[in-house]
């Protein structure tokens, strides 16, 4: 009896075992281009800790990212960064991540508003400047450390009117956080849902708008020098500003479109059930 249950428990051992293999493995695909600028990104940011520490010296709030920074490495793009955050600077901007300044969870983080000074970039105390949001990557898993490399990758190049902007990132000792501009409407899926009791129903035209909206993001991204692929369409990465115009975010799923005749097919399945094609799931494509 006792053998048996040694061999059921071993089985098992396996399985789990093999399960967690195919889960790193599935992990670890991420994108060549990406790990290679998260390489130039640390290179980067250990050269603008050097910078920040002389400037500050002399009293200068000047401490951006620009295409000076970037190494000249053999393969690497001439992207603009966005600009770098200390971890202090985002704790003062959200008043510590105060739970009243919080905006919105996902699987991957938590979202707060902040506030930074319109003219240096630099973070301001809570209620004055403008208004920014700032998300917070989970420290556990490889996942979200993906993601936010994605993110940067992709939304420091990607510039249209539809697409959300994303002004900064964090990059110190753990902390992974990513600073965008702020959305004053939230997603369109709240709008759709009616989850807030203070808002309105979309009207027929400012749906339209928001469709329109919607879909010259993606024919931007599309059709940029560089394809990219969202994969992640859906209303909650809609996001809506003060003016109801929508812009595309949440590209932490995104990959690089084909190249010349290369085909966008991938293996690995991304993006939500119930927005995703159905054949991609069902072929695992």
């Not at 202090?88 to 919080?102: M, Y």
């Not at 203070?198 to 919607?214: C, E, G, T, V, Y």
Request: a neutral charge.
């Amino acid at each position: 009896m006792s053998g048996g249950i040694r061999t059921s428990v071993k089985g098992f051992l396996n399985a789990k075992r093999l399960a967690l293999s195919e889960e790193i493995d599935t992990v670890n695909e991420i994108d060549e281009k990406i790990t290679h600028n998260f390489t130039v990104l640390q290179a980067v940011a250990n050269s603008l800790n050097k910078r920040k520490a002389q400037e500050n010296s002399f009293g200068s709030p000047s401490y951006g990212l620009s295409i000076c920074d970037v190494p000249s490495t053999p393969g690497a793009h001439n992207d603009m960064f966005p600009r770098r955050f200390f971890y202090s600077e985002l704790k003062t901007a959200t008043w510590n991540f105060h739970p009243e300044n919080k905006i919105g969870e996902g699987s991957f983080g938590q979202v707060f508003k902040g506030w930074v000074d319109d003219n240096t970039s630099t973070s301001a105390n809570p209620g004055n400047g403008m208004l920014v949001a700032v998300k917070t990557i989970n420290r556990e898993g490889l996942q979200g450390h993906q993601e936010w490399l994605s993110e940067i990758y992709y939304l420091g190049r990607l510039h249209h009117p539809n697409v959300v902007k994303l002004l900064g990132y964090c990059f110190e000792d753990d902390h992974r956080l990513l600073v965008y501009e702020f959305m004053a409407y939230g997603s369109l899926e709240v709008h759709l849902f009616g989850w807030a009791s203070n808002l309105q129903p979309l009207s027929w035209i400012l749906r339209m708008k928001i469709a329109l909206d919607a879909a010259k993001s993606l024919a931007f991204i599309h059709n940029s020098e560089r394809k990219v692929i969202h994969r992640d369409f859906k209303s909650s990465n809609i996001l809506l500003d003060s003016n109801y115009n929508a812009k595309l975010s949440d590209f932490g799923f995104a990959k690089d479109g084909p190249a010349g005749d290369g085909s966008h097919v991938s293996t690995r399945v991304m993006g939500t059930y119930g927005y995703a094609a159905p054949e991609s799931f069902n072929r695992k494509k």
